[in-house]
């Protein structure tokens, strides 16, 4: 079976782009007679972006709060928010400015207005039936690659798994990077983000299920990562447009990701605990199953002085390591993709429940 493999429609890059902006924007409105709807990530809240932006009082302005990631709750409750303004009106563009938390909420209330039932009934591989209105991407933080991948990612509590809109009519339309848009992220947070890309793209490299373009694709955002991050300042503005890149790159090759992302994702749903840094926390445990990476992983959290403090599992009960565990080890295709089809033997509960306690 060959993955028949679609990338994102149209994008621009450079300094400055953002102010492109309007004119495709009005192209849309010439199509559509519908209002736009901007999601804006709520750290933009105090800050001037929306009055840059090319926004009409006719408009719907959503700040998206991220102080968690989505959820299957928040993405209905935004789609109804969507819904009620709309009235019946098609929308001539979502509009997502902010991180992966912000796209992937943009993505996913998008496939739900065209969409009967909620977001938990779309979680999985190809459910979307509808396609979503026109979307834009303009990232304000990288690393997730949600610019150019087909998924939208939402944790479901009631199932205790994290897992994603995966479809094609998931994706953007339009992609706009603008590195001006990243200068005022707080330096951890981009760092924590930007490394996502990094380890999306070893762990695919690393993995068992492959293919040649996934691998270049790969290969050429690690590269850019390891520039950017074993600089001098991973902020410069060349280097935040080269992890832009990075990440857009990263987010078209969307391989296969091995043991890091499974571990991960049981920090986000037992601890809440934002990706990228549940990531960095998730390779800090694993230096057995990728004794290279990490290595490159800590010269580079070491040379842009980021600090991963110990002790987040230290006051934790039985029943939540469990959960930890139970969380991880349901992500049997990433796991089966580093340990094979046997992966449970070497990943046993206490073998999982050990590393989260070095942590
Ligand atoms: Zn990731």
Redesign the pocket.
Known sequence: MYRNAKNVGYYLIGQGSLAQLEDILNERRQKIAGPAIFFLDHFFQNQDLASKLPKKDTDLLIYVDTTEEPTTEGVDSYRDQAKAFLDGRTPCALLAFGGGSTMDTCKCVGNLLTNPGNSADYQGWDLVKNPAPYKIALPTLSG?GSETSRTGIVMNSAKNIKLGMNSDLTMFDQVILDPDLTASVPRNQFFYTGI?TY??CFESLTGSYRNAIVDALSAKAIDLCKEVFLSDDMMEPKNRELLMIASFIGGMAAGF?GTV?PI?AGLSMVLHMH?GLA?CYALSVQEDIYPEQYKDFMTMMAKQKIDLPKGICANLTDDQFTALYEASIVHEKPLSNRLGPNFKEIFTKENVISRFKQM
């Open positions: 997730t996502d380890m999306h990701v992302h991960s990706h990531n």
